[in-house]
């Protein structure tokens, strides 16, 4: 692995890194088994975060997943959505 999964799309409009795509330098995801969800979803009233849409996946707590070796995300891009900030691209082994 040679770079971090990018965040393809980001539907989840609440949260504050979301303007318009995400713009968290790196997210990482967690939740429980099954329920895989951006850890740095934040719901606030201001935008921040970069100023440009590069969001990525800097870590992955899902060990279950068919993109996770040695915690990092190997998908090509994922997608987040949903109310709870899912992760979309969440493939059980």
């Known amino acids: 692995m ?5 965040v393809a799309s980001c539907e989840v ?3 504050a890194f979301n ?11 967690s939740g429980s088994t099954g329920s895989p969800t951006c850890g740095t979803f934040i719901a606030l009233d201001v935008r ?3 100023p440009t849409a590069e ?5 992955c707590q ?9 915690l990092m995300c190997t998908a090509e891009a ?8 899912n992760c979309l691209t969440y493939s059980q082994e």
């Open 55 to 59: 969001g990525h996946v800097g870590a």
């Open 2 to 6: 040679t770079s971090l999964a990018p």
């Open 48 to 50: 921040g975060g970069l």
């Open 78 to 85: 994922v997608t987040v959505g949903g109310d709870t900030a």
């Open 13 to 15: 409009t609440a949260c």
């Open 19 to 29: 303007d318009g795509a995400c713009r968290a330098d790196a997210v990482t995801i």
């Open 62 to 70: 899902r060990l279950e997943c068919v993109h996770n070796t040695d």
